[in-house]
């Protein structure tokens, strides 16, 4: 059974850094879309950075320049740093995975399949 558990989520001043981390259980990543979406309640959920099957990275607009998105093959484990941190960054930020192969990190994040999802991990931003 396929598991994402994310971790790292907090509470920083604006300006602040985090760092996220989706640790992977029962399935070894290698090639497969995987992204960090980020949700407000009542709110439609918002594609932050994805990597997509050929290592190739995206971000969305609102976090290009600040978030950076890695993997850790070696620890199953898919990060993002989270730099310069605004108050609009505020939200419960989910990681999810699709087991097949994706040639666009934008187009996954947009209309993709994805299969499995963490519980999310919070993040809140003061001003």
């Known amino acids: 059974q396929v598991q994402l558990v994310e971790s790292g989520g907090g509470s920083v001043q604006s300006g602040g850094s985090l760092r996220l981390a989706c640790a992977i259980y029962?399935?070894?990543?290698?090639?497969?879309?995987i992204g960090w979406f980020r949700q407000t309640p009542g709110k439609e959920l918002e594609g932050v950075a994805a990597?997509?099957?050929?290592?190739?990275?995206y971000y969305a607009d609102a976090v290009k320049g600040r978030f950076t998105i890695s993997q850790d093959n070696a620890k199953n484990t898919l990060y993002l740093q989270m730099n310069n941190l605004k108050p609009e960054d505020t939200d419960m930020y989910y990681c999810?995975?699709?087991?097949?192969?994706?040639?666009?990190?934008?187009?996954?994040?947009?209309?993709?399949?994805?299969?499995?999802w963490g519980q999310g991990t919070q993040v809140t931003v003061s001003s």
């Open positions: 999810a995975m699709d087991q097949s192969i994706y040639r666009s990190a934008a187009w996954w994040l947009d209309y993709g399949r994805k299969s499995y």
């Open positions: 029962g399935f070894a990543y290698s090639g497969h879309c």
């Open positions: 990597i997509d099957s050929d290592g190739s990275a």
